[in-house]
């Protein structure tokens, strides 16, 4: 890996929404690629906004960009899952683990007061710990955290290991996970999908791991959630750039 080139591929697709909403996200991915497997990248980030429960996309972009910076290689988050019995019952534990994570209640529940009016967005948002305030400054858009990857060598003896299915969707999410929690300002994350057949979300955290909650929404809703809940951020603008730009890797090491 060490030596070779990388280039990090993307896709975004939408379809055009009603007046009031605008433009509807449909799907998004990143990979990391090498030069001679780009064709195969392309393709599986076409296939991802193809064929996607939150509809049929009008609008999809697919680029590719060649990485200068060196790749730094993290170590998975532990994972854990918890089974509830409802969304009722996976929010609360989500809450208890966000302040087991060390947010305060106080701005855990201003973070939920808030989180229909942000589940338009499609990136992430970052919330400070102290205030429950909104902190970035991406509107509508969110942040959207890229350049990053796991080489399926490594995650497939990875998900043997762990006994984890090698569930695509697990993958991506972990990846993405692992590589927030990795700055130091992120204290942790709450994430639940915007697509309507999936219900399964997650707090992760450096100090929690990944911790899954398989229920908290009901099928069909649309509305999903991703923030980092941050503290300590002198400098905003270097850690967009961490979570935008710095390359990552997902690699397990068996200890
Ligand atoms: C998404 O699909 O956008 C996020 C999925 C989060 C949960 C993945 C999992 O099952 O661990
Ligand atoms: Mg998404
Ligand atoms: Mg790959
Ligand atoms: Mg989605």
Same mark, same amino acid.
């Given at each position: 890996?060490?030596?070779?080139?990388?280039?990090?591929?993307?896709?975004?697709?939408?379809?055009?929404?009603?007046?009031?909403?605008?433009?509807?996200?449909?799907?998004?991915?990143?990979?990391?690629?090498?030069?001679?497997?780009?064709?195969?990248?392309?393709?599986?980030?076409?296939?991802?906004?193809?064929?996607?429960?939150?509809?049929?996309?009008?609008?999809?972009?697919?680029?590719?960009?060649?990485?200068?910076?060196?790749?730094?290689?993290?170590?998975?988050?532990?994972?854990?899952?918890?089974?509830?019995?409802?969304?009722?019952?996976?929010?609360?534990?989500?809450?208890?683990?966000?302040?087991?994570?060390?947010?305060?209640?106080?701005?855990?529940?201003?973070?939920?007061?808030?989180?229909?009016?942000?589940?338009? +967005?499609? #990136?992430?948002?970052?919330?400070?710990?102290?205030?429950?305030? =909104? %902190?970035?400054?991406? *509107? &509508?858009? @969110?942040?959207?955290?890229?350049?990053?990857?796991?080489?399926?060598?490594?995650?497939?003896?990875?998900?043997?290991?762990?006994?984890?299915?090698?569930?695509?969707?697990?993958?991506?999410?972990?990846?993405?996970?692992?590589?927030?929690?990795?700055?130091?300002?992120?204290?942790?994350?709450?994430?639940?999908?915007?697509?309507?057949?999936? +219900?399964? #979300?997650?707090?992760?955290?450096?100090?929690?791991?990944?911790? =899954? %909650?398989?229920?908290? *929404? &009901?099928? @069909?809703?649309?509305?999903?959630?991703?923030?980092?809940?941050?503290?300590?951020?002198?400098?905003?603008?270097?850690?967009?750039?961490?979570?935008?730009?710095?390359?990552?890797?997902?690699?397990?090491?068996?200890?």
């Amino acid at each position: 890996m060490q030596g070779e080139k990388y280039y990090s591929v993307r896709m975004r697709s939408a379809k055009e929404g009603s007046h009031e909403q605008g433009e509807k996200h449909i799907s998004g991915g990143e990979l990391l690629s090498t030069y001679n497997d780009i064709k195969h990248a392309v393709n599986a980030l076409l296939e991802k906004g193809l064929t996607h429960s939150r509809g049929r996309p009008d609008f999809m972009q697919i680029q590719f960009e060649c990485i200068n910076d060196p790749i730094k290689l993290v170590n998975p988050l532990q994972v854990m899952t918890n089974e509830v019995e409802s969304a009722g019952k996976g929010q609360a534990l989500a809450r208890k683990l966000l302040e087991q994570a060390g947010i305060p209640r106080k701005s855990i529940e201003k973070a939920y007061d808030q989180i229909t009016e942000y589940s338009g +967005i499609r #990136g992430a948002i970052m919330l400070d710990i102290h205030s429950g305030e =909104r %902190i970035d400054d991406r *509107k &509508e858009k @969110g942040v959207r955290v890229s350049r990053m990857d796991w080489l399926d060598t490594n995650f497939e003896k990875w998900a043997d290991h762990c006994q984890i299915p090698q569930n695509p969707r697990v993958k991506e999410a972990l990846v993405l996970a692992t590589k927030v929690s990795e700055h130091p300002a992120t204290i942790a994350e709450l994430c639940w999908s915007d697509d309507p057949d999936y +219900i399964t #979300g997650y707090v992760a955290s450096k100090k929690l791991g990944y911790r =899954r %909650i398989t229920k908290l *929404k &009901e099928f @069909g809703d649309e509305q999903g959630c991703r923030i980092f809940f941050v503290n300590g951020l002198e400098d905003l603008n270097s850690y967009i750039h961490y979570l935008e730009k710095q390359p990552v890797f997902v690699q397990w090491e068996e200890k």
